[in-house]
């Protein structure tokens, strides 16, 4: 069933915030630390695991790639409730501590990425294609 | 008749929003052909999102963009952190733990030299700016990490009401600036592969703007980006009040 995928799905997203929420907690803060990227790798495990052994339905493969490919449309949403009038009236001084950082960070992807050492770059890319395909 | 159209979409809010997303992008994807995909049409629509939420501001003076105006509040929820987080955990499914692997490691130090950076160029324009004092500093160079992390590290220290809207303001400056800037910018940057993406996701941090910016670059860099971004607001808020804070206190105090 379509519900199932739809149910590991959130049953990763809140297991990842409560882990990091408790993360959180253990340092002495009152924040998420990295919860929806730990709900990201537990969907990257489990779904694998129950797919290796052929426990997961194309259905409910398609209750988690339905959600994939709302994901332009929601970003769309998000982006439509954002308070751009707040950063057009920032004034100077926000603007610059907001924008200095964007500039040092472009500057920053080549030399980091050189880091990881993929030695195949458009190899890489592959393996995300089914991804890709959900998103749109 | 207008009333009973109009009392409708308002009792069906994220039915509305589906409704006219829907449109907003069937027409962003067919200007989008019309230009033979040189701005891809995904790229055009998070822009239309950007020009409503400046217009809906404007009508309605709030600070949720177009979601203030009551017929559209259902952007609000479509937009929402709840699905927004959902949809992002999403696009992860079909993602090689390999490729996470891989990319884990320079992402993670993007990340630590971005907090770094941000808080110190946030700091450093504060105080060309005349906000001299350590806590004025930390909390605007918090604001320079992410729109959260600012106002954490201002409640946390203790700053004044106008500082912590200063940094609010310079974290939304820096989501939208990268919202729009990346799909023009990721060529020439080098964003092309799951690594760089989680790389990018490390050095911008703030979630919305990866998260639209890989959208309207490469939805397949999406999880990569998205994933690295969304332990940055996590750990600005625990290092820009303690640690940053000490390291400015230290050199300003």
Redesign the interface.
């Known amino acids: 069933m379509l519900i199932y995928g739809v149910s590991l799905m959130s049953g990763c997203l809140i297991a990842g915030v409560i882990i990091g929420k408790l993360i959180g907690h253990m340092v002495g803060i009152d924040a998420d630390v990295g919860g929806v990227g730990i709900a990201m790798l537990l969907l990257v495990v489990i779904s694998r695991w129950f797919i290796d052994r052929e426990r997961m339905s194309e259905l409910a493969q398609d209750g988690i790639k339905f959600w994939s490919a709302m994901y332009i449309p929601i970003v769309v949403a998000m982006a439509a409730s954002q308070n751009v009038v707040a950063a057009f009236d920032a004034g100077t001084m926000a603007f610059i501590a907001g924008f200095l950082p964007v500039v040092a960070g472009f500057l920053l992807i080549r030399p980091l990425s050189a880091l990881s050492g993929s030695s195949e770059p458009e190899d890489a890319a592959k393996p995300a294609k089914r991804a890709a395909q959900g998103a749109k | 008749m207008l009333d009973i159209i109009v009392g409708t979409l308002e009792k069906l809010p994220l039915i509305t929003?589906?409704a006219i997303?829907?449109v907003?992008?069937w027409i962003s994807y067919a200007i989008g052909k019309l230009v033979n995909n040189r701005i891809h049409g995904?790229a055009i629509?998070?822009?239309?999102?950007?020009v409503?939420?400046?217009i809906?501001?404007?009508v309605s003076g709030g600070?949720?963009?177009?979601?203030d105006i009551s017929l559209?509040a259902g952007?609000?929820l479509?937009?929402?952190a709840m699905?927004?987080?959902?949809?992002?955990?999403?696009?992860?499914?079909?993602?090689?733990?390999?490729?996470?692997k891989?990319?884990g490691?320079?992402?993670g130090?993007?990340l630590v030299?971005?907090v770094i950076?941000?808080t110190a160029?946030?700091a450093a324009?504060?105080y060309a700016?005349g906000?001299t004092s350590v806590v004025d500093m930390a909390t605007?160079?918090g604001?320079?990490?992410t729109f959260?992390v600012g106002p954490?590290t201002g409640a946390a220290l203790g700053a004044s009401s106008e500082v912590i809207a200063?940094?609010?303001?310079?974290?939304?400056?820096?989501?939208?600036?990268?919202?729009i800037?990346t799909p023009l910018?990721a060529k020439p940057?080098?964003?092309?592969?799951?690594?760089?993406a989680?790389?990018?996701g490390?050095?911008?941090g703030t979630?919305?703007g990866v998260?639209?910016g890989l959208?309207a670059t490469?939805?397949?860099?999406?999880?990569?980006g998205?994933?690295?971004a969304?332990?940055y607001?996590?750990?600005g808020?625990?290092m820009v009040?303690s640690v940053g804070y000490m390291t400015l206190a230290a050199l300003f105090g």
């Open positions: 929003a589906f997303v829907g907003i992008m995904s629509a998070i822009v239309a999102g950007l409503l939420a400046y809906g501001g404007k600070t949720k963009g177009i979601s559209f952007f609000g479509m937009g929402g699905l927004r987080d959902f949809a992002i955990v999403s696009t992860a499914f079909g993602v090689k733990l390999e490729e996470v891989k990319a490691l320079a992402g130090i993007a030299i971005s950076i941000s160029v946030g324009v504060a700016f906000y605007i160079g604001g320079a990490t959260i954490v200063l940094s609010v303001a310079a974290g939304v400056v820096k989501s939208i600036a990268v919202m800037l910018l940057a080098g964003l092309t592969t799951p690594a760089a989680a790389v990018y490390g050095l911008m979630t919305s998260s639209a959208a490469d939805p397949k860099l999406v999880p990569y998205a994933l690295t969304t332990f607001t996590g750990f808020c625990l009040p």
